[in-house]
């Protein structure tokens, strides 16, 4: 089955970066659409970002376009999520997850496999 872990969160100030990666053991991410999405206390998980197998191509959420950019490395089986301009109301659980097809992929459904996330607290 394998496992996605992510890393690199923490706490930073407002206007600060973090990088976020997404290590897969046990499974290939290769010809796989990847994603990251975000949960913050009392809200629902929403989308953040997503790229296809190939990586280049990727969209993201409006609120973070401009300030996150989302990359992989199939030879290293990892994902990426930069995150510059860091603002208090990015401030949630950050996870990665595998899509079950190739393309960019938008909704949970879309993902088959998630990791255990990553705490990013973004002080003001």
């Known amino acids: 089955q394998g496992q996605l872990v992510e890393s690199g969160g923490g706490l930073v100030q407002a206007g600060g970066a973090l990088r976020l990666s997404c290590a897969a053991s046990g499974r290939s991410i290769s010809y796989r659409g990847m994603g990251w999405s975000r949960q913050a206390p009392g809200k629902e998980r929403e989308f953040v970002a997503t790229?296809?197998?190939?990586?280049?191509?990727?969209n993201y959420a409006a609120r973070v376009k401009g300030r996150f950019t989302i990359s992989r490395d199939n030879a290293k089986n990892t994902v990426y999520l930069q995150m510059n301009s860091l603002k208090p109301e990015d401030t949630a659980v950050y996870y990665c997850a595998q899509a079950r097809t190739g393309g960019l992929q938008y909704y949970p459904n879309e993902y088959d496999s998630w990791g255990q996330g990553t705490q990013v607290t973004v002080s003001s």
């Open positions: 790229i296809n197998w190939r990586g280049d191509s990727t």
